[in-house]
């Protein structure tokens, strides 16, 4: 089962660089600006939320090029999710034990 599970995760991380073939943005990454554009006015939830201040702001990282900043960014991502996961497994098993 694990090895699936890493097959699945490595072929979907091999295709993070598909998302530079557009200049649309991300799902669910959308600006002010972009709501305002294609909407035509900007939804009141989102008018009062402040940007983020996030490590690898537009998944680029300047001494890197466009598509290994997004491997990268994915890889870390995946780590992160990863772990999280991992010690909750083992979190929840130990107290079912």
Same mark, same amino acid.
């Given at each position: 089962?694990?090895?699936?599970?890493?097959?699945?995760?490595?072929?979907?991380?091999?295709?993070?660089?598909?998302?530079?073939?557009? *200049?649309?943005?991300?799902?669910?990454?959308?600006? =002010?600006? @972009?709501?305002?554009?294609? $909407? #035509?006015? &900007?939804?009141?939830?989102?008018? *009062?939320?402040?940007?983020?201040?996030?490590?690898? =702001?537009? @998944?680029?990282?300047?001494? $890197? #090029?466009? &598509?290994?900043?997004?491997?990268?960014?994915?890889?870390?991502?995946?780590?992160?999710?990863?772990?999280?996961?991992?010690?909750?497994?083992?979190?929840?098993?130990?107290?079912?034990?």
């Amino acid at each position: 089962m694990k090895k699936r599970v890493y097959i699945i995760l490595i072929i979907l991380t091999s295709l993070i660089p598909l998302g530079l073939l557009t *200049n649309a943005p991300a799902w669910g990454e959308w600006s =002010k600006e @972009y709501y305002q554009k294609t $909407l #035509g006015f &900007i939804p009141k939830g989102i008018e *009062n939320t402040k940007e983020l201040n996030v490590p690898i =702001k537009d @998944y680029s990282i300047s001494s $890197l #090029g466009d &598509i290994s900043s997004y491997y990268l960014s994915a890889i870390i991502g995946v780590v992160i999710i990863y772990i999280f996961f991992y010690i909750l497994t083992k979190v929840f098993n130990a107290k079912n034990s």
